[in-house]
């Protein structure tokens, strides 16, 4: 056999060929003993069922080969069913996304305008709260001026107020002590009175008890004179 042939994948027909060249040689070389008539028949014989296994293998081989182009078509058919299904679900997929994509579009656009519309009335309620500050601003100025002139008002009235209370203290004071003195003066002419009037009502009462002990004593006789 060559070197071509060894590094080379041969063939049935090569291989057929191959040994209807050498078969007979190769049966020579084993029997010996044998003449060449027997070698021949015995050749036929082996070529023969040689070449129905080979044809039974080259059948098989198709058989095979038939079968897996079979199968080949059988998945090629599956697979474009499944891609065709694929397709399809990716389409509806595509659809839903798409779907999806202008609702999203949609809701975007719907909320920027809330977001605008709210920004504006933030906007609106930023100026309100200044105009409001200003606004507080001028009232607790005019307030302040209206305090302090209250505050003025009030220091000078606390002064006049303290001035009058004062002189009204000093007058009152006068008053009182003339009220005093009266009192004092008052009380000694009461004292005086009634210490003449004790000293009258002593002497009553020593007339009373000299008329009381007189007339008993007249009594006291008559009733001497009499009895």
Known sequence: MSAANTTQPLTLEEISEHMRTHIGQWLAEESLAKPPAVYEIELRERMIRLEEELKNQRELIKQGFDLMEKRFEAVDRRFEAMSAENNKRFEVMDKRFEAM?????????ENNKRFEAMDKRFEAMDKRFEAMDRRFEAMSAENNKHFEAMDRRFEAMSTENNRRFEAMSAENNKRFEAMDRRFEA?????????????????????????????TGSLVVAALKVLL
């Open 186 to 214: 008052m009380s000694a002419e009461n004292n005086r009175r009634f210490e003449a009037l004790t000293k009258r009502i002593d002497r009553l009462m020593y007339w009373s008890l000299g008329i009381t002990v007189g």
């Open 101 to 109: 994509d202008k609702r999203f579009e949609a809701m975007s656009a």
